[in-house]
């Protein structure tokens, strides 16, 4: 099969690559582009573990197709950290202890950024809801749910702005 | 030092990686030259398998070999095993039918092994699937535990009539019903635990490599135990060296007990990478984990308890039919027997209590340890009819808990089921688990919910566990294959840092970290410069793995035996630095010193000395690095007390936890954080069981219904509350830090909690699980119906 070239942005820097045309975005940032944090953990968009955004918007790499990453601006996981710098979310993940396994945290990252550029002050009702489509075996989702409300404050508070 | 020792809330070392995408899980991994390996299953629960065709799947675009249970047999490759021995009540042995890798002449249940390809991408292996030609002669099948044994069900297997692999018996049910006879009231019920598919998020995945030149093998795998895999894979399964086979489990998803077992998938790719010369592949879809990663639960059971006239429990009765599948997993023979009618007199002292356990085979997935593995099944039982009790005596939930509770002075306590428990504070958790559940505020809050036309309602949960799986003696005796000891081994470098290998596995509990703080905190070293390593045979010294909330009760207590041979040798070399007897060096907190002098060596210190050994004391072998195995003396027993508060709204069905509370006694806690973490999850498994989820198969086609997210339902953000979560410590007395285990605890007491509450906020008796709001509105209307 003759494969598609696609020219995209991810986390700011300028790709391009060659993908079949029923490939999933999901797997050329695995399999193409070595970008191995977003995980696969159903492959039918029910668990949120491949979450990424593209051109802002929240998706499930699983249901988009690599080819329709053209002329686009994908974020990943990857991309949250500015060098050694974490980003607050991720801090405070860390600080509560919001992950255990780790195979949904980036999903849940990507996620609960998407929910405070929106939202800056999203209730516990609304993170909730909003992180519903992310799926997670350990936690019970309690400290994740504190997790997200520590850093929407202090990122409301301006001290580590995203 | 005391933000990071035993007891503190130390961040978790293991996380930054995972927060940056930086983890490494077997799918992550990609190997030089690899191919891919896909299975073709059976879409029949029950089939005689009359011919497989591999012709055009074999000349298809990119395949490199299919295989068939045929090639399997011609290699004379082993079948998967069962590696415990339950004897049933007449002292035989259970029936162990032939579980092949890749199914041979017939299969047993959909998701069944019938063939794999491999082939050079995915895409290609999959195509080629669909060309085999499988003649199936399709037999009726049985799904229903319940009618396993019934003479109309088919037969899975040569020399097992009416499917039963064990009539097991513990107790004297003669003398039961004497004493069930002449008690003041009986207590009688039926219940089903429901079954469950573990679903860990990452799903499993094997890569098998073979390498010529040395002769040797690697296997990644999303392993819990990689030293017992290597053991199964080498001794059992394909006959090859163990000295020649490197199992690598990494960074694991999640396991839940589903990746303590030997599957086909990994034997396959190990033994097919050997065959075409080139590594394996192979990583689960989500739908073939629903279809055969080994499930949980599915226990149909009948009990009866006795009581006197002031509600103190005389008898217990039990009979349950238990699932095994339809073939034997790895330890699946000791679940509904060893780990829980053993547990059936939970924390009360019912003098005595007989179990009977039949386990048959269905036409389903195999059944085995799902996170609790016997204990959660135990605890719905006791604390189900125990609540059942309460109703028929007009006694309030917590005083008839109370009266019956082992009391603090009657420790060590052997109950009537073999077990003798160690410590514990039953009614002190009660207490605290009331004040955090403010069960004197329940009355007004039923009342006020009731005017807004709700349903409120409590439930409590006393649960008792026997985790840090255990002696070996005894585990030996009681039929296991392995022995349940841990190890570990402390290799401190010359800078002063360390390393600590452990046998466990971590696959979420956070081990980098807490094995850190007990070994931190007794050789005074800041976590920072501790790395906990485990998962590589090649690496760690031979362990058991981690299951059973066993890791830091039997794998922590190694590490703290090592880390006494590292401070007993480091006597010896201050001693000879210091110009004294070893007898007169004291150790605290990583100094060594000169008792009653300021003449000290600082570990660091020593370690230098230990391998810079210039002046050194003549006798002693240079290098501070030392391994322990620990082999515990009893089981741990963590116990505590949940309550749970619902409301339901009778118009839609739906059931809304307003309050969890649970007070928990894990004895010595080493990082409340990692604990209140294990807790919380082990409550949403357990909530996940009792409100959402539940394995159906259809009954007739056996085929399953509920097999993707979108029809079997996993608790999610919005479907769990927050948790308040108290602790009390009554410390393990037999180990050397004194911890129970937390890692099960709350996927074992939440399922009854939550059914008590239900059944007590409708005013039923009984209703099985999950409680869906389809089933509660059901139930709500079928009532008004009456």
């Keep these: ?162 | 030092m005391a933000d990071s020792g035993i007891g503190a809330r130390a961040l978790r070392k293991e996380d930054h990686r995972f927060l940056t995408g930086q983890g490494h899980y077997t799918d992550d991994i990609n190997v030089h030259g690899q191919l891919y390996a896909y299975f073709l299953r059976s879409p029949h629960a029950h089939a005689a398998i009359r011919k497989v065709d591999t012709g055009a799947a074999s000349k298809s675009t990119g395949v490199v070999a299919v295989f068939t249970g045929a090639d399997v047999a011609a290699d004379k490759i082993g079948g998967l095993i069962c590696g415990w021995t339950v004897t049933d009540r007449h002292g035989k042995p259970h029936k162990a039918p032939p579980h092949p890798i890749l199914a041979h002449e017939k299969v047993r249940y959909v998701g069944d092994h019938v063939a794999v390809v491999i082939a050079d991408t995915l895409t290609n292996a999959k195509d080629a699937a669909e060309k085999i030609e499988v003649d199936y002669d399709v037999l009726p099948a049985v799904v229903d535990v319940a009618k396993a044994m019934d003479a109309k069900a088919p037969q899975l297997h040569a020399d097992t009539p009416q499917n039963l692999c064990y009539d097991w018996l513990l107790g004297d049910p003669a003398q039961v019903d004497a004493a069930l006879a002449k008690s003041h009231h009986v207590a009688k019920l039926d219940l089903v635990n429901n079954r469950l598919i573990p679903n860990a998020m990452e799903p499993r995945a094997a890569i098998g490599e073979y390498d010529g030149g040395t002769d040797s093998y690697t296997c990644h795998s999303t392993s819990q135990n990689p030293h017992v895999l290597r053991l199964i894979l080498c001794a059992f399964i394909l006959g090859i060296p163990e000295h020649r086979v490197r199992v690598i489990a990494p960074d694991v998803g999640g396991g839940f007990g589903s990746k303590i077992f030997c599957y086909a998938e990994e034997v396959v790719c190990l033994w097919a990478a050997k065959k075409v010369r080139r590594p394996v592949k192979w990583t689960a879809e989500r739908s073939e984990s629903f279809l055969s990663d080994a499930h949980g639960r599915d226990h149909v059971t009948h009990v009866e308890l006795g009581m006197d006239k002031d509600g103190k429990f005389t008898a217990m009765k039990v009979e349950t039919l238990a699932a095994m599948g339809a073939y034997l997993s790895t330890f699946a023979t000791c679940v509904p027997t060893y780990l829980y009618a053993t547990l059936l007199a939970g924390q009360y002292t019912t003098p005595i209590i007989s179990a009977n356990v039949k386990a048959v085979f269905t036409n389903t997935a195999p059944v085995d340890a799902y996170r609790g593995a016997g204990r959660p099944e135990a605890t719905y039982v006791v604390e189900r009819i125990v609540e059942v009790a309460a109703r028929e005596m007009k006694m309030d939930p917590a005083e008839i808990r109370r009266r019956n509770f082992v009391k603090p002075d009657q420790f060590p306590y052997q109950t009537p089921v073999a077990l003798q428990y160690d410590s514990g504070n039953y009614a002190k958790a009660l207490d605290d688990a009331m004040k955090l559940a403010d069960y004197a505020g329940f009355a007004s809050r039923k009342a006020e919910a009731a005017k807004r036309g709700k349903h409120r309602g409590i439930g409590f949960s006393a649960y008792i566990e026997a985790c840090g799986i255990a002696p070996s003696a005894v585990v030996g005796s009681l039929g296991a294959g392995v022995g349940l000891w841990e190890s570990a081994q402390i290799r401190f470098n010359p800078t002063g840092t360390a390393q600590v290998l452990t046998g466990s596995h971590s696959h979420g509990q956070g081990h980098e970290t807490t094995l850190a703080q007990v070994v931190g905190d007794m050789l005074g070293l800041p976590i920072e410069n501790i790395t906990v390593v485990h998962g590589d045979t090649s690496q760690v010294p031979f362990g058991m793995g981690t299951y059973g909330s066993r890791s830091l009760a039997v794998g922590g207590s190694a590490a703290a035996k090592a880390a006494d041979k590292i401070i007993a040798k480091g006597k010896k070399i201050a001693a000879h630095l210091l110009e004294a007897s070893v007898d007169d060096i004291t150790y605290a907190k990583g100094t060594f010193r000169v008792a009653g002098t300021d003449k000290t060596k600082s570990i660091g210190e020593i370690a230098f000395a230990a391998y810079v050994p210039h002046n050194y004391p003549k006798d002693l072998e240079p290098g501070l690095d030392e391994t322990a195995f620990y082999d515990p003396a009893n089981f741990t027993y963590p116990a505590g007390v949940h309550i749970c508060e619902v409301e339901i709204d009778p118009d839609t069905g739906v059931t809304k936890i307003v309050n969890w509370a649970a007070v928990d006694d894990f004895g010595k806690v080493v990082n409340p954080m990692v604990v209140e973490g294990q807790v919380h999850g082990g409550i949403a498994q357990g909530i996940g069981q009792g409100l959402l989820e539940g394995c159906v198969y259809d009954k007739e086609t056996g085929q399953l219904l509920t097999g993707s997210f979108m029809d079997y339902c996993m608790p999610r953000a919005d479907d769990l509350p927050s948790f308040k979560v108290g602790m009390i410590e009554t410390p393990c007395p037999h180990n050397p830090l004194g911890v129970k285990g937390c890692g099960e605890a709350g996927a074992i007491a939440a399922p009854p909690a939550l059914v008590n509450a239900v059944t007590d906020a409708l005013g039923i008796r009984h209703m099985e699980m999950p409680l869906t709001s389809e089933r509660v509105w059901r139930t709500i209307h079928k009532m008004a119906a009456e």
């Design chain 1, 1 to 162: 099969m003759a494969g598609t070239h696609v020219k995209t942005t991810i986390n700011g820097d300028s790709v391009e690559y060659v993908c079949e045309a029923d490939e999933t975005l999901l797997d050329v940032l695995r399999n193409r582009l070595a970008l191995t944090g977003a995980k696969e953990g159903c492959g039918t968009g029910d668990c949120g573990a491949c979450s990424v955004t593209v051109d802002g918007r929240l998706v499930c790499s699983c249901l988009v197709l690599g080819v329709e990453a053209e002329g686009r601006n994908v974020a990943t996981i990857e991309g949250l950290a500015q060098g050694e710098h974490l980003h607050p979310l991720q801090r405070k993940f860390l600080e509560h202890a919001a992950l255990q396994c780790g195979i949904c945290t980036p999903g849940f990252l990507v996620a609960a950024k998407a929910l405070l550029e929106k939202n800056p002050d999203p209730s516990e009702h609304e993170i909730r809801f909003w992180l519903a489509g992310n799926l997670c075996r350990c936690t019970g989702y309690d400290k994740i749910v504190r997790a997200v409300q520590d850093a929407a404050a202090e990122m409301r508070g301006g001290r580590h702005a995203a």
